[in-house]
């Protein structure tokens, strides 16, 4: 999971920024810098190059169109989430590229929505998602580490850790790991998977000895995130 150091809250209402502040702080240890919308000058988002920006209840009709550009070109950059109350009109918006959070807030999956946020931006960004001391390329079906090539992967075995990257340290049983990455479930192709797993694992701990990363238990198997 990626870990994420520097918040930027964008809100007028105090009592919420102090809370969440609070929140991230204590259960986190995660630095926020808290900032009014009417007092908002588009440089202060990108000061502390925050790893998140949260923007809490912006009506639509309040934001103008330079506004809405200068939030286009942050995003480019950093991920945003919009934070909206049950009434605000934002709810109806359907757009892929706007992550939105209702209000209550329920703050440890709201904790987590934010850290998938953060992962899936960098990995659709960069291309690249760390594992362990690995920076891993799905495309290149490479592992990187202080920027030097050490494991080189087969396809198989790229989209093997790319599927287990994907399910977040769940563990994942071996017909899903079957189905998911071979396209069928067979039995009979039991074997082939664990041979995979193996030469994986051993590519893996060939440039890695102080951390488990891949783990077999309870007939699946799960990455050390």
């Not at 706007?98 to 946020?117: A, S, V």
């Not at 192709?189 to 994986?200: P, Q």
């Amino acid at each position: 999971m990626e870990s994420i150091k520097n918040i930027t809250i964008i809100s007028d209402k105090v009592i919420f920024m102090d809370a969440l502040t609070d929140l991230f702080n204590i259960s986190e240890n995660i630095e926020v810098t808290s900032v009014g919308v009417d007092d908002l000058n588009f440089k202060d988002p990108l000061v502390n190059r925050p790893d998140l920006i949260l923007f809490d209840s912006i009506s639509k009709s309040t934001i103008t169109l330079d506004f809405r550009n200068k939030l286009e070109e942050i995003k480019e950059s950093i991920p945003i989430i919009y934070i909206y109350s049950g009434d605000n009109n934002q709810k109806n918006e359907k757009n892929a590229e706007i992550n939105i959070f209702k209000k209550p807030i329920y703050f440890p999956t709201f904790l987590r929505r934010i850290q998938l946020q953060v992962r899936d931006f960098i990995e659709k960004k960069n291309k690249e998602v760390r594992i362990g001391p690995y920076l891993f390329s799905y495309p290149m079906k490479t592992l990187m580490s202080q920027g030097t090539l050490v494991v080189r992967l087969t396809e198989m075995e790229a989209k093997i850790l790319n599927f287990l990257y994907k399910s977040d340290g769940m563990l994942i049983k071996r017909d899903v790991l079957l189905r998911e990455v071979w396209g069928y479930n067979s039995e009979v192709m039991t074997h082939t998977l664990e041979t995979h797993i193996y030469r994986l694992r051993k590519k893996i701990e060939r440039h890695n000895k102080n951390q488990t990363l891949l783990i077999s238990e309870s007939g699946g198997y799960r990455l050390n995130l």
